[in-house]
Structures are given as structure tokens and as C-alpha cells.
């Protein structure tokens, strides 16, 4: 289970090459989920597999490794920073925000039984 979900959500990114973090990791008919894909999610990214940028907005979005390292050059930064750990506060008051704020209505990492 935990290998496919792994692999799930890196062929997902792949394919989307930018994708917002939330609608990603989101399930909006299961928390638990969410906070299951979000932990499946961490171990792509410390792989380097995957990474987290920020649009202009400021919204949060995963990445394919390539176009984050892009993303950084083009900043006027170095590349990316392996040594730099981010905190992600998510609590089901958080999960029913980003369900309202982004209008998700479906699940992008398909529901699991």
C-alpha cells in the first residue's frame, strides 16, 4: 500500500509537472486521507523527486525536481536548498479552509478503500 501510494502521487506530479499543494494532497471526503497523502508526499520530496515552490501568489505548489531547480535558477537563487525543512500545520480546520478556498470537490490521489 504505502509503495503504490508513493508511486501514485509521483506519477501524478509528473504528469501535472506544477500542481497547488493542497489540490493535490486534498481528499474532501476523507481527512484522514489528506493527512495520509501529505505524509506519502514528504518522502518524494526528501528523495528530491519532488519539490515545493511558491507561486507569485504565494500559494504553495509541488513540483516535478527538474522544474523546481529551474524555478530556483531562474529566482536568482542557487538551486535548492537540501538542507531546508518546512513545517506544514494541518489540522481539520485547515482541511475544511482549503476544501472552501480552492473549491475542491474531488479527490486528484483517487480514494482509497
Avoid at 36 to 52: H, Q, R
Avoid at 59 to 71: H, K, N, T
Amino acid at each position: 500500500m504505502f509503495l503504490r501510494s508513493v508511486t501514485q502521487i509521483h506519477r501524478i506530479v509528473c504528469e501535472e509537472v506544477t500542481i497547488n499543494l493542497f489540490n493535490l494532497v486534498i481528499n474532501p471526503r476523507s481527512f484522514g486521507q489528506s493527512v495520509e497523502n501529505i505524509y506519502y508526499l514528504t518522502f518524494l520530496i526528501d528523495d528530491g523527486v519532488c519539490g515545493m515552490d511558491f507561486t507569485e501568489e504565494g500559494e504553495p505548489v509541488i513540483c516535478d525536481s527538474v522544474v523546481c531547480l529551474e524555478s530556483c535558477l531562474d529566482n536568482g537563487s542557487r538551486g535548492i536548498d537540501n538542507n531546508c525543512q518546512q513545517m506544514l500545520e494541518f489540522d481539520m480546520a485547515t482541511w475544511r479552509r482549503a476544501i472552501e478556498v480552492f473549491n475542491i470537490t474531488h479527490s486528484v490521489i483517487p480514494h482509497r478503500l
